[in-house]
């Protein structure tokens, strides 16, 4: 978990620079394609006038008295003029002899003959000009005559258009290209969002916590969440069977030692020698401690067992404790310990009662076992806005300057334990219990600074 | 022989010098203002006189600067421009398809600037020709002929004058010899195009024979002397400008509608003083269009809402539509016909 994981790239800022990038692409070819469109189209109105023009001044072509005469229509040359401020040039001519306009024209390079009209291109006059030629045969005295009509006009109108048009095409172009990033980046996001989603579900999950992931999660995420769910499944069953080793392993030992227990205390009483005897002492205490632990351990699993699937009642906290302290009060007494409870009646939480007892139990266990004789334990009750605690307080000379967070692990046990028969599961069981109710363990240093004060604190839902 | 080579050297050098750089016919030379930093050399077709005020106000303004202002016929004014390659940078004229002729065939140069944009858009053609005054064209008539009848407001109204009194008219009528003046010719295409009216009064003029001038200003002063009743398409600026006859000549525009010439000015592509032809032509601009109007402006200032419906003033469109008219076979059939319908013996 602390070592961070080599990563390949983030998907989202992969996706998102993806569609950025054909968005580019796609805006740059718009632009283009638009542009095309409007040079074409610039082009063909500009021609199609071009074209009006010149048919216009052919129609105006004659014959009269066997002489060909041009009368060319003043809308002509204005209809040029009522399009754009460009200048117009034109040229009449018959068999190659100019019969009007401007001699200096250059002339079409294509084949007109046909009477389809030509389009040109061309400089004129240190001007960009569009030049249309149109063809027509007339019949002078019974001799076909061909008549050629140029009509050419400077391209300023038509750039200034076209740079209109282009200035267009490139806000068309840089419109789509906005609208397609900020589309690019929402569907970045939220094709990642299903992934973020599982990923905060299964990393809320407390740690006891090994249900399958049951979320609906998009079908490309089906054969990862199979896994993962198989592979809780495995970690659960492992988790399961250790437990349940450990729980039979612990059963199995502690019948016999029952049994060796009882020999060696009817032993004790047969034996007469002193040194015998102490041994004998010493063994039965060994058998008590074992037993113990074998007692916490199936303690421990049958808490693992029971907060997999925690049953929610309402427990009142102060006749638990109350009842707990009217059990064990011949146990204190053997001690000369003075077992005190005091407590008001507090509302219910809601949990496992026989796991908050054994919690309880537990810690009271612990207190009797480590105070020394003619010692005083206090078990109260108290009540907050959102909480109730039960405070177990004895003279038993505190955990000293010892890790409170440590002693609650497994098998971790106080500095001056060593005399006395334990496990160092209780703490750990009373943990597990108080978290999974959604609470709290603290451990503190008694107020009259003589022992140590452990709170259960459990929430009020 | 080194003496009479030298002498025919001397000679020769005598006569360049002595020949005048100009090879086309001026009507009249002057030099204003004695700055000798800049000389802006003006082409005119505008009298002298009619401009003066504007040029001294213009000198006024620009010290230094000097102004040689030489006036021609449109026709020389062209010959000098196109043929001659004369090195004027203005060219003032009221031939406006002249103008659109140079423009067109790439003798001018563009001009920019904030008295260009006063200019209404029919005013001004590729920012190189560009209108500073609308001059109508109008109808004369002598009063004293029409002591018993009704001025005629319309050309229509004139035609039927026209009929119903041929006798009172006759030889009595007067209008541009179109084939002599070009301003005559522009007025009388542009008319042509206009209304098929037109034709009809050609007819009955030429039918009453009408007396053919050269200029406006000849039958301002026919009209004045009581030789002419009425003179058509008279030049109404020239008309106006003649206070000294105000009492004898009546001037008419027609409310059918009224062609307004429209004086140009361009900057040429030889000049070399570009930048103070530009300053003259906004010095010319400003006072055409913008407002207040200037003393010295010498021509009327009509409103410059001549699309309107209702305003009969039409000015006559710049652009290549001029072009039309300077075709020499158009120019050919149209004389040929006009004459046809005015000399009609």
């Given at each position: 978990m602390?070592d961070?994981?080599?990563?390949?790239?983030?998907?989202?800022?992969r996706?998102?620079?993806?569609?950025v990038?054909?968005?580019?692409?796609?805006?740059?070819?718009?632009?283009?394609v638009?542009?095309?469109?409007?040079?074409?189209?610039?082009?063909?109105t500009?021609?199609?006038?071009?074209?009006?023009?010149?048919t216009?001044?052919?129609?105006?072509?004659?014959?009269?008295a066997?002489?060909?005469?041009?009368?060319?229509?003043?809308?002509?040359?204005?209809?040029?003029?009522?399009?754009?401020?460009?200048?117009?040039f034109?040229?009449v001519?018959?068999?190659?002899?100019?019969?009007?306009?401007?001699?200096?024209?250059?002339?079409?390079?294509?084949?007109t003959?046909?009477?389809?009209?030509?389009?040109?291109t061309?400089?004129?006059?240190?001007?960009g000009i569009?030049?249309?030629?149109?063809?027509?045969?007339?019949?002078l005295?019974?001799?076909p005559?061909?008549?050629?009509?140029?009509v050419?006009?400077?391209?300023?109108?038509?750039?200034?258009q076209?740079?209109?048009?282009?200035?267009?095409?490139l806000?068309?172009?840089?419109g789509?290209?906005?609208?397609?990033?900020?589309?690019?980046?929402?569907?970045?996001?939220?094709?990642?969002?299903?992934l973020?989603?599982?990923?905060?579900?299964?990393?809320?999950?407390?740690?006891?916590?090994?249900?399958?992931?049951?979320r609906?999660?998009?079908?490309?995420?089906?054969?990862?969440?199979?896994?993962?769910?198989?592979?809780?499944a495995?970690?659960?069953?492992?988790?399961?069977?250790?437990?349940?080793f450990?729980?039979?392993?612990a059963?199995r030992?502690?019948?016999?030692?029952a049994?060796?227990?009882t020999?060696?205390?009817?032993?004790?009483?047969?034996?007469?020698?002193?040194?015998?005897?102490?041994?004998?002492?010493e063994?039965?205490?060994?058998?008590?401690?074992?037993?113990r632990?074998?007692?916490?351990?199936?303690?421990?699993?049958?808490?693992?067992?029971?907060?997999?699937?925690?049953?929610?009642k309402?427990?009142f906290?102060?006749?638990?404790?109350?009842?707990?302290?009217?059990?064990?009060?011949p146990?204190?007494?053997?001690?000369?310990?003075?077992?005190?409870?005091?407590?008001?009646?507090?509302?219910?939480i809601?949990?496992?009662?026989?796991?908050?007892?054994?919690?309880v139990?537990?810690?009271l266990?612990?207190?009797?076992?480590?105070?020394?004789?003619?010692?005083?334990i206090?078990?109260s009750?108290?009540?907050?806005?959102?909480?109730?605690?039960?405070?177990?307080?004895d003279?038993a000379?505190?955990?000293a300057?010892?890790?409170?967070?440590?002693?609650t692990?497994?098998?971790?046990?106080?500095?001056?334990?060593a005399?006395?028969?334990?496990?160092g599961?209780?703490?750990?069981?009373?943990?597990?219990?108080?978290?999974?109710?959604?609470?709290?363990?603290?451990?503190?240093?008694?107020?009259?600074?003589?022992?140590a004060?452990?709170?259960l604190?459990?929430?009020?839902? | 022989m080194?003496?009479?080579?030298?002498?025919?050297?001397?000679?020769?050098?005598?006569?360049?010098?002595?020949?005048?750089?100009?090879?086309?016919?001026?009507?009249?030379?002057?030099?204003?203002?004695?700055?000798?930093?800049?000389?802006?050399r003006?082409l005119?077709?505008?009298?002298t006189a009619?401009?003066?005020?504007?040029?001294e106000?213009?000198l006024?303004?620009?010290?230094?600067?000097?102004?040689e202002?030489t006036?021609?016929?449109?026709a020389?004014?062209?010959?000098a421009?196109?043929?001659?390659?004369?090195?004027?940078d203005l060219?003032?004229?009221?031939?406006?398809?002249?103008q659109?002729?140079?423009?067109?065939?790439?003798?001018?140069?563009?001009?920019?600037?904030?008295?260009?944009?006063?200019i209404?858009?029919?005013g001004?053609?590729?920012?190189?020709?560009?209108?500073?005054?609308?001059?109508?064209?109008?109808?004369?008539?002598s009063?004293?002929a029409?002591?018993?009848?009704?001025i005629?407001r319309?050309?229509?109204?004139?035609?039927?004058?026209?009929?119903?009194?041929?006798?009172?008219?006759?030889?009595?009528?007067?209008?541009?010899?179109?084939?002599?003046?070009?301003?005559?010719?522009?007025?009388?295409?542009q008319?042509?195009?206009?209304?098929?009216?037109?034709?009809?009064?050609?007819?009955?003029?030429?039918?009453?024979?009408?007396k053919?001038?050269?200029?406006?200003?000849?039958?301002?002063?026919?009209?004045?002397r009581?030789?002419?009743?009425?003179a058509?398409?008279?030049?109404?600026?020239?008309?106006?400008?003649?206070?000294d006859?105000a009492?004898?000549i009546t001037?008419?525009?027609?409310?059918?509608?009224?062609?307004?010439?429209?004086?140009t000015a361009?900057?040429?592509?030889?000049?070399q003083?570009?930048?103070?032809?530009g300053?003259?032509?906004?010095?010319?601009?400003?006072?055409?269009?913008?407002?207040?109007?200037?003393?010295?402006?010498?021509?009327?200032?009509?409103?410059?809402?001549?699309?309107?419906?209702?305003?009969?003033f039409?000015?006559?469109q710049?652009?290549p539509?001029?072009?039309?008219?300077?075709?020499h076979?158009?120019?050919?059939?149209?004389?040929?016909?006009?004459?046809?319908?005015?000399?009609?013996?």
């Amino acid at each position: 978990m602390s070592d961070p994981l080599p990563t390949s790239g983030s998907l989202r800022r992969r996706l998102t620079l993806q569609l950025v990038g054909s968005a580019a692409i796609l805006a740059t070819l718009l632009f283009f394609v638009v542009l095309a469109f409007a040079r074409d189209t610039a082009q063909q109105t500009h021609d199609s006038i071009l074209l009006a023009s010149a048919t216009s001044i052919m129609d105006s072509v004659s014959v009269q008295a066997d002489e060909v005469t041009v009368d060319i229509p003043y809308a002509a040359l204005s209809m040029l003029g009522n399009v754009s401020d460009d200048r117009v040039f034109y040229r009449v001519s018959m068999r190659g002899n100019i019969l009007t306009g401007y001699e200096d024209l250059p002339h079409t390079d294509q084949n007109t003959s046909s009477g389809q009209s030509a389009f040109d291109t061309l400089t004129y006059k240190n001007d960009g000009i569009r030049m249309v030629t149109l063809s027509r045969r007339l019949s002078l005295n019974g001799a076909p005559a061909d008549i050629l009509t140029t009509v050419a006009q400077t391209r300023e109108g038509q750039a200034t258009q076209l740079a209109k048009l282009s200035r267009s095409a490139l806000q068309l172009g840089l419109g789509f290209f906005l609208v397609a990033t900020v589309l690019a980046i929402w569907t970045a996001q939220s094709s990642i969002r299903p992934l973020n989603q599982l990923t905060a579900a299964v990393s809320r999950r407390g740690p006891k916590d090994l249900r399958p992931v049951k979320r609906p999660v998009p079908s490309e995420m089906i054969p990862l969440v199979l896994s993962l769910n198989q592979f809780i499944a495995r970690l659960r069953t492992s988790l399961t069977r250790s437990e349940d080793f450990i729980a039979e392993a612990a059963h199995r030992v502690r019948t016999p030692l029952a049994t060796v227990r009882t020999q060696a205390e009817i032993t004790l009483r047969r034996v007469e020698k002193p040194e015998n005897r102490a041994s004998i002492r010493e063994m039965i205490r060994a058998i008590d401690e074992s037993s113990r632990a074998a007692g916490q351990l199936l303690d421990h699993a049958m808490v693992t067992f029971r907060i997999d699937s925690l049953e929610r009642k309402d427990i009142f906290l102060t006749e638990t404790a109350k009842e707990l302290v009217d059990r064990l009060q011949p146990i204190a007494e053997l001690k000369d310990i003075d077992l005190s409870f005091t407590g008001y009646n507090c509302p219910p939480i809601t949990g496992d009662a026989i796991l908050v007892q054994n919690a309880v139990r537990n810690i009271l266990d612990n207190a009797i076992k480590y105070s020394p004789n003619d010692t005083t334990i206090r078990v109260s009750t108290q009540e907050t806005l959102s909480t109730v605690l039960i405070h177990v307080e004895d003279e038993a000379g505190g955990f000293a300057d010892m890790d409170t967070d440590a002693l609650t692990h497994r098998f971790t046990r106080g500095e001056n334990a060593a005399g006395t028969v334990g496990s160092g599961l209780g703490l750990t069981i009373a943990r597990e219990v108080v978290e999974a109710h959604g609470g709290t363990l603290q451990i503190e240093t008694s107020k009259s600074g003589t022992g140590a004060c452990v709170s259960l604190c459990f929430p009020l839902v | 022989m080194r003496i009479s080579l030298l002498s025919i050297g001397l000679i020769a050098a005598f006569l360049t010098l002595a020949m005048p750089a100009r090879a086309f016919e001026v009507e009249e030379h002057h030099r204003f203002g004695n700055g000798e930093a800049r000389t802006l050399r003006i082409l005119s077709t505008t009298d002298t006189a009619l401009l003066t005020p504007m040029i001294e106000t213009f000198l006024a303004n620009n010290p230094g600067v000097a102004i040689e202002y030489t006036s021609a016929s449109s026709a020389e004014l062209m010959t000098a421009i196109m043929r001659e390659k004369q090195p004027y940078d203005l060219a003032l004229s009221s031939a406006m398809d002249l103008q659109i002729k140079l423009a067109n065939d790439g003798f001018t140069q563009a001009h920019r600037s904030q008295a260009v944009d006063l200019i209404p858009a029919w005013g001004n053609w590729r920012n190189h020709v560009f209108a500073f005054s609308q001059e109508s064209a109008s109808i004369v008539v002598s009063p004293s002929a029409f002591s018993d009848l009704e001025i005629p407001r319309s050309r229509q109204k004139l035609i039927t004058l026209l009929r119903r009194y041929p006798d009172r008219f006759r030889g009595r009528l007067g209008t541009y010899d179109v084939g002599a003046s070009g301003l005559g010719y522009l007025f009388a295409t542009q008319d042509a195009r206009t209304s098929e009216s037109y034709w009809r009064l050609m007819e009955l003029m030429g039918s009453l024979r009408a007396k053919l001038y050269c200029c406006s200003s000849d039958m301002i002063e026919a009209v004045a002397r009581g030789e002419i009743a009425v003179a058509y398409n008279v030049l109404g600026s020239y008309a106006r400008a003649r206070e000294d006859l105000a009492n004898r000549i009546t001037i008419i525009e027609p409310d059918d509608y009224t062609n307004m010439m429209l004086r140009t000015a361009v900057i040429l592509n030889t000049a070399q003083e570009p930048a103070l032809a530009g300053d003259f032509i906004d010095h010319l601009l400003d006072a055409a269009w913008n407002s207040p109007i200037v003393v010295e402006y010498p021509f009327h200032r009509y409103p410059t809402t001549g699309t309107a419906q209702n305003v009969p003033f039409r000015p006559i469109q710049l652009g290549p539509g001029l072009l039309v008219f300077l075709d020499h076979l158009k120019r050919k059939r149209f004389l040929a016909e006009w004459r046809s319908t005015v000399q009609q013996d």
